[in-house]
C-alpha cells in the first residue's frame, strides 16, 4: 500500500550534519520539513566518525601519557591495561548520548517528522517526488517544494586482487572491534589513516601504515609529514610510503598482504587489515537520472555555487556534494541550501579559509595555500618556518616534536597560509582562521597579543622570524 503526502515545503534525504541544519533553518523560516534516513539518525559525525574516533583517540593519548611521561624529571613511566570492550562500550554510550541530544531529540524539538526508509526519486523533472520502502514494511510517496539530497559519503576501497574476498576494516568497523588486534596493517597515510593507526599503537597494536604517495599526510607541507613519519617511528609505527597495496591473501592466521611491485615488494602479514583510502558520494539508488540530477566522476551530485543541482527544485549539501569533507562545511551548507531554497537568498560560501584537522598527537591542522599552491598561482610566496623548539609552551611541555609554517606574499606580507603540527594545532589554526578571513599581514600578526605560555603564542612568534632571530628573544618580547 502506498500513501501520499504532499504540502512540504522540503524533504531531506539523509540525517546528518548538512540535513539537520538544513532543516533547521527551514523551520525557522516557517517551512513544514520531512527528514528520510534509511539507517541510524545522525550521520557519519556522530555515529561513526568525528565522535567515536576523538573519543578513542582521547583514551589512547591517556594511555600513551602515562607510558610517556619519564620525559618529566621525577615521573615513571607506567604501562596502563586495556580493557578494549569496555572502552568500546564507553565510546558507544558517549555516540548514543549525542545522538539523542544533538539528534533525535532536536527533531521532536522542531517538529519534523523522521521516516525510517529508503529513499528514490520518482516523477519527473518538472515534478520530482520521492518514493521511500519504509523500513516497517509499505511505501509512502512525498511530494515537497524543494527536496535536499544529503546522503554523505562511504568508505571506499580500492580494486585490490584478493581484497574483496578477504574482507577488510574500515574506519567505521574498525572501532566496532570487540578485542584489541595483536597486529594490524592500516592502507592510507592521510587523516583518517594516521588517526586510526596511533588510536590501535597507542592501545598496544603492532600498527604498519601503507602510503601510495610519498609520504605520509601527502596534502600537507612536507615539513609537517617529515614531523608525523618521525613522531610514528618513535611510537613503534611501521611506515612503508610511495607503494601500492598489490595483492591481499587471508587465512585463519590472518592476513597476507604484497605492497609494492617487483624488487622494491614487501611482504606483509597482520591480524587486521583495515582499508582507509578515503570515501565516495552515497548516491546507489537514488534514480537521480529521472528527475535530471547530474553526478560527476566521482558519484557525486554536481551543485551550483548555491548548492542548487541540475533541477531547480532539488539541492544537494554535505559530502555527497563532494566538497571538503568536513562536519562543518556539510553544516553550512545544508543552511546554504535551505536560505537559497526557501529564502531565495542566493547566498554563498567562501571556502578560500575552511581549516582542517587531522587529531593525531600531535595534531595536524591547516588553513589557506601551500606553498606549492602559491607558487603555482604565479604568487612571489615568502615562507617561514618555527620550530616548537623554539615555543615556550612547547619546552614546557617537554615535547618539541612540531613546527608552525607560515606562508605570504613576498612584499605586502599578506598571510597567504598557515600549516601547523603541535598539541592543540586545531585551536592554533582556529587563530590563524581568523587572521586569513581579515586579511592580515604578517607584521599585523606579529604585533597581535598572544598569552604568553600557551600554544598559540607559537603563531605569533612564527610571524617575528619574518623579522627577529627568536631564538635571541626574551620570554614575551613583544
Known sequence: MTMTDSGFDLAVIGSGSAAFAAAIAATNQGGRVLMVERGTTGGTCVNVGCVPSKALLAAAEARHGAHAAGRFPGLIPAEVPVGFAALIGGKDAL???LRTEKYTDLAGDYGWEILHGTAGFAGTTEAPVLEVALNEGGTRRIEAAHYLIATGSAPWAPPVPGLEEAGYLTSTTAMELDALPGSMVVVGGNAVGLEQAQIFARLGTQVTVVEALDRLAPF????VSQVIEEVFADEGITVHTGVTLAAVQRDAHGYTLTAGEGSAAVELRAEQLLIATGRRPVTAGLNLDAVGVKT???????????????????????DVAGGPQFVYVAAAQGTL?????LGAAERTLDYATVPRVTFTSPAIAAVGMTDAQVVDAGIRCDCRTLPLQYVPRALANRDTRGLVKIVAEAGTGRLLGVHVIADGAGDIITAATYALKAQ?????LAHTWAPYLTMAEALKLAAQTYTADVAKLSCCAG
Do not use: K
Open 337 to 341: 541550501a535551505a536560505d537559497n531554497a
Open 440 to 444: 592580515m599581514t604578517v607584521d599585523q
Open 95 to 97: 555516540v548514543e548520548q
Open 296 to 318: 560527476g566522476s566521482r558519484g557525486e551530485v554536481v551543485v551550483d555555487e548555491f548548492q542548487r543541482t541540475t533541477n531547480d527544485r532539488i539541492w544537494a549539501a554535505g
Open 220 to 223: 600537507e607541507e612536507p615539513e
